[in-house]
């Protein structure tokens, strides 16, 4: 039996090149992500928090085949998908296989929904892609039943109504709805539920894992409220993964990561989450030396989250830390390491 997990993501990277233009005769690369490593196992739910920027959906479009990596491989069940999407794998499934089994939501459902047919017409197209040999009414009745499922009923209803005549919170149980009739072992929600009023998202969250125990399915949760990943997280006994400039700071359960954080980042999206309060006291001041982000194009030498943490000493400025792995996490700082010559050298000043 193979101990490869569904999804595994090695020393990724993914940097894009701006084009030279008016004010510039020389082309820039950003780096969206930067050498990460991340595993999915079956049944596994994976939250990715960070700011606006960070590489978060980069990171997801990645691991279910939807952005090449500039290096580093990603394999599904122990094959490196780009292998097989260009023809050189004697992997014994197919790029159209693994397209189905890795699938995505989007933010805005409306966008992905196409106004002009009605939802039958919608769900019924990845059902002939997916199951050709099902008659009309066979597809009708998979349909409805999945709707039904969804919460959306009756299902006949909703079914015969364009995307323009739901609520945001019905156009989302579609775009899932779709997803799931693909039968996938990996959804990536990107942002899912933030378009969403708050009295719905955790509906929806639940809905979300509830349906993972039907269909085995594992999910990428990408979300700029750590609250929301901790809800989710915590609840679908997975973990939280914090990035920030295109690294993993700090990957860990819900409730370790946010009541005991092992990396200042941590610290800092805990603080800045009002929900989270609770949990702990947070200091009265901002902990980070300054709030404005790096600029990706060029990222800082050494840690790349020294410009801003009050931790950051001279070894920071000078050397790039490696993530140090424990029982359920790991975390991408040198305070994690007891021998490391950070405790040795100088902190480094205001304005460093």
């Not at 915590?234 to 009541?259: F, R, W």
Request: charged content about 25%; overall charge negative.
């Amino acid at each position: 039996m193979s101990t490869d997990p569904l999804l595994r993501l090695e020393d990724v990277a993914v940097h894009f090149e701006n084009e030279a233009g008016l004010l510039t005769d020389e082309s820039e690369v950003v780096q969206a992500v930067d050498g990460l490593s991340l595993s999915i196992e079956e049944n596994d739910v994976v939250s990715l928090v960070g700011e606006s920027g960070c590489g978060k959906t980069t990171l997801g479009k990645t691991a279910i085949g939807l952005q090449r990596p500039t290096a580093g491989r990603v394999t599904y069940r122990g094959h490196d998908i780009w292998s097989v999407r260009d023809g050189e794998s004697d992997a014994d499934l197919s790029w159209q296989e693994i397209r189905q089994s890795l699938q995505i939501i989007h933010q805005d459902p409306g966008s992905s929904l196409n106004p002009n047919r009605r939802i039958l017409s919608i769900l019924s197209e990845p059902l002939r892609q997916v199951n050709p040999e099902l008659g009309t009414s066979e597809r009708r009745e998979r349909i409805y039943s999945l709707l039904e499922r969804v919460g959306m009923s009756p299902a006949q209803d909703f079914a015969d109504r364009y995307p323009h005549q739901l609520s945001g919170g019905e156009q989302q149980r579609v775009v899932l709805s779709r997803a799931l009739l693909m039968n996938p072992d990996v959804i990536l929600a990107d942002e899912a539920i933030s378009a969403l009023d708050v009295s719905l998202r955790v509906e929806m969250m639940d809905l979300m894992l509830e349906l993972q125990a039907v269909f085995d399915t594992s999910y990428i949760f990408i979300s700029h409220d750590l609250s929301n990943a901790r809800y989710f997280t915590q609840h679908g006994d997975g973990k939280i993964g914090v990035m920030y400039l295109g690294q993993l700071a700090e990957v860990g359960p819900a409730e370790q990561l946010i009541e005991d954080p092992q990396h200042p980042y941590t610290s800092v999206l805990r603080w800045a989450t009002p929900d989270l309060a609770a949990v702990d006291t947070p200091p009265q001041e901002l902990p980070m030396r300054k709030i404005d982000v790096p600029d990706p194009i060029d990222p800082p030498s050494g840690c790349r989250f020294h410009t801003r943490c009050p931790e950051a000493r001279e070894h920071c400025r000078q050397t790039d830390p490696k993530p140090v792995p424990a029982e359920e996490s790991s975390v991408r700082c040198f305070r994690a390491q007891s021998t490391s010559p950070y405790w040795d050298s100088e902190p480094l000043e205001e304005n460093d």
